[in-house]
């Protein structure tokens, strides 16, 4: 009989395990399309543009390529850095790059520091995971600086703070396998945040499930990291000086977050999954759609807290996977980690979700 009741609590654990995960995956919501604006143009000659960062002084619009469908399956990609004029009728355009290696990027941070232009950008290739440091002129990616470190795993996102220092997001704590695998179906919280203060590479901040986007105010003195699995943003106090954070607050928004931009306001722009098993198909078979949704987090006057709205939902038919949203004047830019697809929106009255 004890066996018996043993087998019965076993299968009722599982069930609840089972239907939470699902729960907690979005897979019971229900999505609602609507656009807070006006889709005015769709770029699709951006392979995998899965983020980006603007020049808000020149109107340049930097796009990170990289095409997941092909890398995935092993097939050669060219990918690279894109740059879109916003104030010219011209479509994005592959820059070209004096970096001699395999170049396949994923986030990317835009500094602008004594006059100059800098892009840092994770780079994945075959000799491992990297951020390169180049130096933006005349239309052209100089390369300054490959940076690696064993503790740089998996690395996600970056944001620059100065020339030689940055912070970055280790969104696994295996590399790949089994592990991976259950950090992600468990929402187990072993993801770091790092910081390379010029010279080596420390840990900044760990415990996370999935952290994904990394980004800073415009003074330096707040950083803010998206969880995917967390579901969940991380507004943290940063020393200018020493890099180092603290006083972490987290506010639940119940969706994959994926990269965040901040706006000269200091709102914060966030493109998330909002079903993630939906996005797990999206990125074995193309024909799957997974849904895209964008928010806009108004901080309120409690630091770390913010009115949340939502600026897009879409089903997956007018962009799938999205993963960065980035305002500029009256325009709304989103891109997706698969399609090749770049959103050009004008902006209207956002929604509460």
């Not at 066996?3 to 999505?31: D, E, P």
């Not at 000799?127 to 690696?148: A, C, K, M, N, P």
């Not at 972490?248 to 994926?258: I, M, N, P, Y």
Request: a neutral charge; aromatic letters at 10%; hydrophobic letters at 35%.
């Amino acid at each position: 009989m004890k066996k018996m009741w043993f087998l019965y609590a076993a299968v009722a654990a599982l069930f609840f395990f089972v239907g939470n995960t699902l729960h907690l995956a979005g897979s019971f919501k229900s999505i609602e399309p609507h656009l807070a604006g006006e889709l005015q143009t769709v770029y699709s000659n951006v392979p995998g543009p899965e983020d980006m960062d603007v020049d808000v002084e020149t109107g340049l619009l930097f796009i990170s390529s990289t095409d997941r469908w092909k890398t995935l399956r092993g097939k050669p990609s060219n990918d690279g850095i894109f740059l879109l004029r916003l104030n010219s009728a011209t479509g994005p355009a592959k820059l070209p790059t004096t970096y001699a290696g395999s170049f396949h990027p994923h986030g990317i941070s835009l500094l602008k520091a004594d006059s100059l232009t800098y892009l840092f950008a994770v780079n994945h290739n075959d000799g491992g995971s990297y951020v390169e440091v180049f130096e933006f002129r005349h239309d052209t990616l100089f390369h300054q600086q490959s940076i690696s470190d064993p503790s740089m795993c998996c690395p996600n996102d970056v944001v620059a703070v100065a020339r030689n220092k940055f912070y970055v997001t280790n969104d696994h704590g295996s590399k790949k396998g089994f592990g991976r695998t259950l950090e992600e179906y468990l929402r187990l919280p072993h993801s770091k945040l790092l910081y390379f203060n010029g010279n080596s590479m420390t840990t900044a901040y760990e415990g996370m499930r999935y952290a994904n986007g990394v980004n800073i105010s415009a003074d330096g003195s707040t950083l803010f990291v998206a969880t995917t699995t967390g579901q969940n943003i991380l507004t943290f106090d940063r020393d200018k000086e020493t890099g180092v954070l603290s006083n972490v607050r987290k506010q639940d928004l119940h969706t994959g977050l994926d990269n965040i931009h901040v706006d000269r306001e200091g709102n914060l722009w966030i493109a998330s999954h909002p079903k993630l098993l939906a996005f797990v198909g999206h990125a074995k078979d193309s024909t799957k759609r997974s849904p895209s949704q964008v928010l806009k987090l108004v901080p309120t006057t409690e630091k770390g807290t913010y009115e949340v709205h939502e600026v897009l939902m879409d089903d997956g038919s007018t962009l799938s996977g999205s993963s960065i949203a980035l305002p500029y004047g009256d325009q709304l830019f989103v891109g997706g980690v698969f399609e090749r697809k770049v959103l050009r929106i004008k902006l209207g009255t956002p929604n509460r979700p």
